[in-house]
Nanobody
């Protein structure tokens, strides 16, 4: 059974950093596409960063230069390092995975989802 558990969210001041973690179980992370998504109130869910099985990475424009996605296969965990955070980055962040590697390039329509972790950027 595919399970994803996010952690690391919280309240941070503008300009600060957070690292989100997503622990996977029930499957081998490096055999799947993995991504981070976010949903803010009143907005559509959007893909933030996705990584393919081969390690190719795709970012949304708002995340480029500020966010980094990485995968620790030994720990079966994927991370999202977020720097220079802005109030508009506030959202519930979700980890997702999909056996179809093509989903990484689209950074959309993933099959399996975690419960999400809240990120609030505010002074």
């Amino acid at each position: 059974q595919v399970q994803l558990v996010e952690s690391g969210g919280g309240l941070v001041q503008p300009g600060g950093s957070l690292r989100l973690s997503c622990a996977a179980s029930g499957f081998t992370l490096d055999a799947y596409a993995v991504g981070w998504f976010r949903k803010a109130p009143g907005k559509e869910r959007e893909g933030v960063a996705c990584i393919s099985r081969a390690g190719s990475i795709y970012f949304t424009n708002s995340a480029k230069g500020r966010f980094t996605i990485s995968r620790d296969n030994a720990k079966n965990t994927v991370y999202l390092q977020m720097n220079s955070l802005k109030p508009e980055d506030s959202a519930v962040y979700y980890c997702a995975t999909d056996p179809r590697d093509s989903r990484a390039a689209a950074c959309a329509d993933f099959a399996y989802w975690g419960q999400g972790t809240q990120v609030t950027v505010s002074s």
